[in-house]
Structure formats: structure tokens, C-alpha cells
């Protein structure tokens, strides 16, 4: 095939392309091909990194009917024997089947590396309003249930050749997770850095895991919890927000590195306290917070929020029309129609659900576009924080046989 017929080809031809040209290679060679994953190197990645993870809750921890925490071990009968390891600040995104509809979300993994060693993982889930899979799963687990997850994901970790000797971690509602994780293991020695915890709730009875953090605390002189309370004033408390004044009270002199995970509000208002205290981009640090709602906020928001639009989406090379509002993101809207695309992260980073826009109008918002500048030239977005401004169609990758 000539390099210009190759160009015009679309993703699915080109996987084609390739697929039948490494069958015709080894086909033709007279050597017995040997199997990748009897190569160590290959089978340690393949442990390291599978590409999906069955799993079944094992125990239910509630703090409240919104807010539980599940024990997930492995699921030996389909074929995960052991946990994949992990760096404390990873998450596992977790596929949920409701009404014959697949939806995916990232849950950030609560329990300490050393944890898996012991068979388990711990995730929290806070019930979301208007939150299709947390509600589902906090009404509907049980001990038994059986989950699909991805193998541990995300950035959101301590990395002593970029990261300050430092963590100053900004923590709101469920965002304690990664950090619970991260306290624990620099308490079991798995990690070397120091961690300063400002953890915002409405009220001390809010603050999960607070108790547990204090023992840690109380026993290592690495890791610090500041409580900050909004709605109530306690002593040993801050009262208010985390603002800038109130990090600087509690950081050390020279360099700090700052975590932060939480709802969007609470990126909102900590980014432009962050800005104030003139740290370097490097040592500043975002976990996710799930989808992106109310694009109409951002002044350069261009649409009209009430529009509904035809979406035209290209799945392994089969083509669907499916309705798309002007206020839904492109990925919920495909998983609304049942067409179960991939994704990861829902918050335009992972690049899990990278797909080409071939016609029409988005709006990405600046704080969440992921994407590299030949994704932006090349006309490439991340559905999961895309919204449309008109009728557009796109190509999606395929989603992988193992999910």
C-alpha cells in the first residue's frame, strides 16, 4: 500500500493494516514464534500492569449511607490471582454495569501499598448527587459482589527526584483517600517524604479517616493532621478555609511541595490562595476530581447551555447518531446511549478516550485539556472533558477485548 493511501486510512484501516502485515511476517518465517510473556521482562510488566483487574468485595466499611468504604480482593475464579502493586496516590477505575449500561469511575485507592501484599485493596466512595455509579454502588454492594477494575493509574504521587522533602496535602471530603493511603505508607517506611495534611470538612464528625490519621500521627513524627472546619469551630482546630495564610503557617522554611485532591469548588478557590505563595509549578501537584460540570461558569464559554445536538460516534469502524446537550460531556453522553467507550481518568489526563474530532464545534476547558499541541493542531480531544457547541461527529478507538 503507497504512503498517501496509508494517510487516508482511518484508524480501525490502519490497525487492519498492521494487524495483517505482522500476520504475512510471521507467517513467512520459517523460526517458531515464541510467546512475548515467556520473556520475564514481559510477564513482570504484564503482573505490574494488567489490563484489567476482577476483583470481589471482600468487606463494607460505613462511615454513613453516603459514604462507605470497600475491601476488594482478588478474584481467582475469573482469573486475577494476585493485586497488581501500587504507589500510594493511585486509583483503580472501576466499571459499573447499570441498566445494561457500562459507566466507569476513578476511585482513588485508600489502603497502603504494603496492603496488597496482604491480598487488598480499600476504596471510598462518597455518595455524588446526581452521581449515577456512586449511588449505584453505595445501594447496591454487597459482600460478594464481584468488580471489574483497571490496573492501579494516575500521577498523584510522591517522587523524591521531582518532588520537596515536603508534602503540604490539601485535602476536601473523599479527597482524604490518596492521602489516607500516602499517610500510611510513610508510616509502614514506604515512602521517605514528610506529610502536612490540611483536611477541610464542613464538621469534625465529617472528617473520615481523621481519627486513624491522628494515631499515625501520634506514633511518627513525618506526618502531621490540621482539621479545618468550616460550619463549627473545635479545639485543636482550624476554623474557615485552607487559604493561603493558613499553609504558610504550617510549611516548612525552604521548598514544600503542595498535593491537592478534592471537589472542583475546592480547586477553584485553593489555586488562586497557591498562586499567592509563588511556588514553583513543579512542586505543585492536582489529583483528579471527576468529571467536569458547568462549563457555562468559565467567561470563555461560548455556547448556549440549553442546545441539544447530534453527536455522530465512529466505534470500530461502526457508525451511531445519538443526542448530546450542550451541558454533558461527550463521554457521558455515548455512555447514556450504551455504546460503552473507553475511558479512565474523566478528567483529561489519562488520554485513555483520546479520539479524533472529525467535524463540528467543542469547547474544552482550559483547566482540564490534557491534551499534547499536535493533539490540538491535528484536530485530536479527550471526550471525557469535552462539551459541544454544535453537531459534530468523531472517531473512538475501540475498546480493548480485555475490558
Not at 447496591?140 to 494516575?154: E, I, M, Y
Not at 490539601?170 to 479527597?175: F, H, L, N, Q, R
Not at 461527550?330 to 481518568?345: F, I, K, T, W
Request: hydrophobic letters at 35%.
Amino acid at each position: 500500500m503507497s504512503k498517501s493511501k496509508i494517510s487516508k486510512l482511518s484508524r480501525l484501516g490502519l490497525i487492519k493494516v498492521i494487524t495483517k502485515r505482522l500476520g504475512a511476517i510471521h507467517k513467512g518465517s520459517k523460526e517458531t514464534t515464541k510467546d512475548l510473556y515467556a520473556y520475564h521482562p514481559n510477564a513482570l510488566a504484564r503482573e505490574l500492569h494488567p489490563s484489567v483487574q476482577h476483583l470481589i468485595v471482600k468487606e463494607i466499611k460505613p462511615f454513613s449511607n453516603d459514604m462507605k468504604s470497600f475491601i476488594l480482593a482478588p478474584d481467582p475464579e475469573l482469573g486475577t490471582e494476585r493485586l497488581a502493586w501500587f504507589s500510594a496516590g493511585n486509583y483503580l477505575s472501576i466499571a459499573a454495569e447499570i441498566q445494561g449500561k457500562v459507566f466507569k469511575r476513578p476511585y482513588s485507592i485508600a489502603s497502603s501499598p504494603a496492603d496488597t501484599l496482604e491480598g487488598f485493596y480499600m476504596i471510598t466512595v462518597k455518595r455524588v448527587d446526581g452521581g449515577i455509579v456512586s449511588q449505584y454502588i453505595l445501594d447496591n454492594w454487597q459482600v460478594g459482589q464481584k468488580v471489574t477494575a483497571s490496573a492501579p493509574l494516575g500521577d498523584f504521587t510522591y517522587e523524591r527526584l521531582r518532588d520537596a522533602s515536603t508534602v503540604i496535602g490539601i485535602a476536601g471530603g473523599s479527597g482524604i483517600t490518596p492521602f489516607r493511603s500516602l499517610a500510611k505508607a510513610i508510616y509502614e517506611g514506604d515512602e521517605s517524604c514528610s506529610l502536612v495534611l490540611l483536611y477541610g470538612s464542613r464538621t469534625l464528625a465529617d472528617a473520615a479517616f481523621s481519627d486513624e490519621i491522628s494515631e499515625m500521627a501520634a506514633k511518627c513524627d513525618k506526618i502531621k493532621l490540621v482539621n479545618v472546619l468550616s460550619n463549627e469551630e473545635k479545639e485543636g482546630c482550624e476554623s474557615g478555609f485552607i487559604t493561603a495564610d493558613l499553609i504558610k503557617k504550617y510549611a516548612p522554611a525552604g521548598d514544600y511541595s503542595i498535593f491537592m485532591c478534592g471537589p472542583q469548588a475546592m480547586y477553584n478557590f485553593a489555586d488562586k490562595e497557591i498562586e499567592k505563595l509563588g511556588i514553583r509549578r513543579k512542586f505543585v501537584r492536582h489529583e483528579l476530581f471527576g468529571e467536569y460540570f458547568h462549563p457555562e461558569r468559565n467567561a470563555d464559554y461560548g455556547g448556549n447551555i440549553e442546545d441539544t445536538f447530534t453527536l455522530t460516534v465512529t466505534i470500530a469502524g461502526v457508525t451511531t447518531k445519538i443526542p448530546c446537550n450542550a451541558n454533558t460531556t461527550l463521554l457521558r453522553a455515548m455512555e447514556d446511549a450504551g455504546l460503552n467507550p473507553p475511558s479512565d481518568c474523566r478528567s483529561g489526563r489519562c488520554g485513555w478516550c483520546h479520539s479524533q474530532l472529525l467535524s463540528g464545534d467543542v469547547y474544552v476547558p482550559a483547566s482540564v485539556d490534557g491534551r499534547r499541541m499536535a493533539d490540538k493542531i491535528y484536530g485530536y480531544i479527550h471526550p471525557c472533558c469535552t462539551f459541544p457547541l454544535s453537531d459534530l461527529a468523531i472517531d473512538v478507538p475501540p475498546m480493548p477485548k480485555e475490558h
